[in-house]
């Protein structure tokens, strides 16, 4: 009795011990937040000085929600120590409460105030990023230029579609130099007018002017290499194309494969002749894509080769056998619907659902095999359905009648039904294992 005592005793004072440290947890937490919103209070006023109010309206918001539950969170604490005596089981759901509160209120603040980290930054040296701009578009402006010359020289190599992604990069680089260098004095001007937020957000045009600029003449100068190994790698597919269609022609017969070949054939006749204005980019992709055509219609021809394909005569055959099967367990389920289970149903609707889908498939040899397995499938499904009626029929019937067949709610056949329903079951498996016989 002692020891139950004892052990009673310490989980009374190891829970004591929890709660005291949760209480703790609970004033520094309290603390901790609520110097933290002061902070971010400060911080929000720097960060509207800096960026304008629409930038930090975001941490406006999220600091006002901070206040509004850190409110509550105080208003817990005062309740444990009011003059009301409190149990235990209260203050724990208090503290923790507390704990959870100043948690999610740190989480919200740190998240806002780590976002706004970036353009505090930029806005700080804005004149530094200002200078570094007009450096990089006079820069980019040298290099128009020489990117007009390219488009030139390409012109007279490539033709119009070929050259359609880049034949405007280096108007349209100019032009956004131009409105980089605009929006750059928008900036400079609004800051030293105090318009903070309207000078941060000229600042950003500039910036994504020049990225974009500078983006549009790297692809005019990259343009002339990827077109010459274009080039290159068009010339080693025609190679190979003329290799491929030699090998079609020892392949196993099939009508997928002549029709590969003929559109491989066709790709590579159309192919300019040297010197012409062409699009390597678009014949490579052309001829690669009759190419990849051509190699599935061989694999498939050897795959087909190596497993027959199973003649009409053969799955109209399984088919007639599931039609069977499934008008007998129609007629069975229907005859006895009163006693027939979900299980039984089931199968029979997906039998009927399955050999549904076979007709489609039959005239098409890439799917005939495909057919020739849903109409054995949906036979198997009717004969299941069948044993499963059978069963619930034998289930509902009375144990005195467990030989008839028919007896109950939806009829009485009198005692020939056990010999009736072997007589169905054996035209069942007779059909089986002569559909087997084909196999």
């Known amino acids: 009795m002692a020891g139950f005592w004892g052990a009673r005793r310490a989980q009374r004072e190891q829970l004591a011990a929890q709660d005291a440290s949760l209480a703790l947890r609970a004033q520094q937490a309290l603390v901790e937040t609520d110097e933290r919103v002061r902070l971010a209070g400060d911080e929000l006023l720097f960060a509207t000085a800096e960026l304008g109010d629409d930038p930090t309206a975001a941490l406006r918001?999220?600091?006002?929600?901070?206040?509004?539950?850190?409110?509550?969170?105080?208003?817990?604490?005062?309740?444990?120590h009011d003059e009301i005596p409190?149990?235990?089981?209260?203050?724990?759901?208090?503290?923790?409460?507390?704990?959870?509160?100043?948690?999610?209120?740190?989480?919200?603040?740190?998240?806002?105030?780590?976002?706004?980290?970036?353009?505090i930054a930029n806005a700080r040296r804005a004149p530094e990023v200002l200078a570094q701009l007009r450096a990089e578009a006079a820069g980019l402006r040298a290099r128009i230029p020489g990117a007009q010359e390219t488009i030139v020289r390409l012109g007279a190599r490539?033709?119009?579609?070929?050259l359609q992604q880049i034949a405007h990069n280096a108007d349209e680089a100019a032009q956004l130099l131009d409105f980089a260098e605009h929006s750059g004095?928008?900036?400079?001007?609004?800051?030293?007018?105090?318009?903070?937020?309207?000078?941060?957000y000229a600042l950003e045009a500039a910036t994504e002017s020049v990225r974009r600029a500078g983006t549009l003449l790297r692809a005019v100068e990259d343009y002339e290499i990827e077109a010459l190994r274009a080039e290159s790698a068009l010339a080693?597919?025609?190679?190979?194309?003329?290799?491929?269609?030699?090998?079609?022609q020892g392949a196993p017969q099939a009508p997928a494969v002549a029709v590969a070949m003929q559109q491989l054939q066709g790709a590579l006749t159309a192919l300019p002749a040297g010197g012409t204005k062409s699009d390597p980019f678009a014949q490579l992709s052309s001829l690669r894509e009759a190419n990849a055509a051509l190699d599935a219609a061989i694999t498939a021809a050897h795959q087909r080769?190596?497993?027959?394909?199973?003649?009409?005569?053969?799955?109209?055959?399984?088919?007639?056998?599931?039609?069977s099967q499934l008008g007998v367990a129609r007629s069975v389920i229907a005859g006895h619907r009163g006693w027939i289970g979900a299980d039984a149903?089931?199968?029979?609707?997906e039998a009927e659902r399955t050999i549904a889908a076979v007709e489609p498939l039959i005239g098409d040899e890439d799917t005939r095999?495909?057919?020739?397995?849903?109409?054995?499938?949906?036979?198997?499904?009717?004969?299941?359905?069948?044993?499963?009626?059978?069963?619930?029929?034998?289930?509902?019937?009375?144990?005195d009648q467990q030989g008839g067949w028919g007896n109950g709610p939806r009829g009485n056949a009198g005692n020939n039904g056990g010999s009736g329903m072997g007589a169905v079951l054996g035209g069942v498996l007779l059909g089986s294992l002569l559909g087997g016989m084909f196999d």
């Open 185 to 200: 004095e928008i900036a400079k001007r609004r800051r030293e007018e105090g318009q903070r937020s309207a000078a941060n």
């Open 158 to 162: 490539y033709s119009t579609e070929a």
């Open 345 to 349: 149903r089931t199968r029979l609707a």
């Open 305 to 323: 080769a190596a497993r027959p394909i199973p003649p009409i005569a053969y799955v109209r055959h399984a088919i007639d056998d599931a039609e």
């Open 86 to 119: 409190d149990t235990p089981e209260e203050l724990r759901t208090r503290n923790a409460r507390i704990v959870q509160l100043c948690e999610w209120a740190l989480g919200l603040l740190e998240h806002h105030m780590t976002a706004l980290e970036v353009p």
């Open 61 to 80: 918001e999220a600091l006002g929600a901070v206040r509004h539950h850190l409110a509550e969170a105080f208003e817990l604490h005062q309740l444990n």
């Open 369 to 399: 095999e495909r057919a020739l397995e849903l109409a054995r499938r949906a036979g198997a499904l009717a004969a299941e359905a069948l044993r499963l009626a059978q069963h619930d029929i034998d289930s509902s019937r009375p144990q």
């Open 236 to 248: 080693a597919v025609v190679v190979d194309s003329r290799d491929d269609l030699i090998r079609a």
